[in-house]
Structure formats: C-alpha cells, structure tokens
C-alpha cells in the first residue's frame, strides 16, 4: 500500500524549532518529488516547501523561506522538515505529499501532524 | 505568484443534481509547448488528508467516479459533479503546478448537501 506517515509535531514556544519527518513506504521513494502542504486552523492549503527526486534541488514558500530547510534520505525512504524561528502563523497541520516529478499533480497525501507554537 | 481564485467560496446542492465550482488563475497555466494546462483539483474531507481527483485540468485520477469531471483551459477551469452524492460533500480545492514553487492553491470551496 502506497503510503506516507508524518511524525514530529507537537507544541513549541516562538521563536523554537521543530524536525517533521514523513516515512514513506509502498513505492520507490527516491524516484519521486515529494513535498510539505499545510493547512491553517479554519484555512485553505499552502504550499511549503518541495525536494525533487533528483540531487539538490529544493524550493521554499516565501513565507517560510529561510526559516525552514526540508530534506530527504533516499537510503531510509524518509523526507524532514527542519523548521526554524517559529512563528504563531507557522500553527497548522502540516501534510507530506507525493508527485511524479516536478510541475505534476500531489497524487499521494500523508494523514498530517499538527505543529502548535504558542507560548 | 499566480493567485488563483474560485467561486463560490460555498455551495449547496441537492442530491442527484449538479454541483459546478470554477476557478481562475491570474495568468495562463498552460504550457503551449505540450498543450498542457498544469492545473488539478483536490477534494478534502474534515479528518482525512486531501485527495487528488483532477489533473492536467481534465484527467481523472484512478478510481476518481466518472460523475467527477474537469474542463477549462489557460485561465479559467471548471469542476462539475454531475449527479452529487452524499459523500460529496466536502472542501475542493484548484491547484496551478505551472511555475516554479509556490504551487498554489485556490482559497477552497465548500460543498454542502441541501
């Protein structure tokens, strides 16, 4: 079963940090773009950041650009998201997506983990 | 950024009847160069991760029911439920997947059952 499970939310103070990891299982991991969406309490979905299946080449929302770093480890079949210099807009549920390649459709979603930075 | 825009932000439908949400990116999202409009739409249940049900504006994902369908071109798209069902109610999003990230989303419309 194609498959994506998130870990590692949970609640942080502003101005702290947080690692997401996404394990992937059922497909070749290093053979697809895989990314983060997220999703604001009450909001619609933003795009966060994207990794592509091939070597170094990341992109970033402005929103969360410099602050966050995503990354993947092929050999583990697991995508992260460092994030940084949390902000109280940075609250949401934060999904781990799948696509072909770039500039394709998300086809395969992860349940999400939910980030909360409050103090 | 290309914005993209849908109307209306909610609806609600009768079962059986037709449930039509548009959307409207600020510039082109086709790709003249493999007449590809690079644009999907998604379906969101409350609790359950977004699921794919259109993509390159007008193909449907695997397992997606025929009364799901997508049309448009360039700027403007459209999604129709051709006869709703109760399980189709929902949030649906668009998506541009045209240029270089952010791949953004429309702002959601929300499906009701009358």
């Known amino acids: 079963e194609l498959q994506l499970v998130e870990s590692g939310g949970g609640l942080v103070q502003p101005g702290g940090s947080l690692r997401l990891s996404c394990a992937a299982s059922g497909f070749t991991f290093s053979s697809y773009t895989l990314h983060w969406v997220r999703q604001v309490p009450g909001k619609g979905l933003e795009f966060v950041s994207g990794?592509?299946?091939?070597?170094?080449?990341?992109y970033y929302a402005d929103t969360v650009k410099d602050r966050f770093t995503i990354s993947r480890d092929n050999s583990q079949s697991t995508l992260y998201l460092q994030m940084g210099s949390l902000r109280a807009e940075d609250t949401a549920v934060y999904y781990c997506?799948?696509?072909?390649?770039?500039?394709?459709?998300?086809?395969?979603w992860g349940r999400g983990t939910t980030v909360t930075v409050s103090s | 950024d290309i914005v993209m825009t849908q109307s209306p932000d909610s609806l609600a439908v009768s079962l059986g009847e037709r449930a039509t949400i548009n959307c409207k990116s600020s510039?082109?999202?086709?790709?003249?160069?493999?007449?590809?409009?690079?644009l999907a739409w998604y379906q969101h249940k409350s609790g359950q991760p977004p699921k794919l049900l259109i993509y390159w504006a007008s193909t449907r994902e695997s397992g997606v029911p025929d009364r799901f369908s997508g049309s448009g071109s360039g700027t403007d798209f459209t999604l129709t439920i051709s006869s709703l069902q109760a399980e189709d109610a929902a949030v649906y999003y668009c998506q541009q997947y045209y240029t270089t990230p952010p791949y953004t989303f429309g702002q959601g419309t929300k499906l009701e059952i009358k």
């Open positions: 990794i592509s299946r091939t070597v170094g080449r990341t």
């Open positions: 510039q082109s999202v086709l790709y003249t160069s493999n007449n590809k409009n690079y």
């Open positions: 997506v799948r696509s072909d390649r770039d500039f394709y459709a998300f086809d395969i």
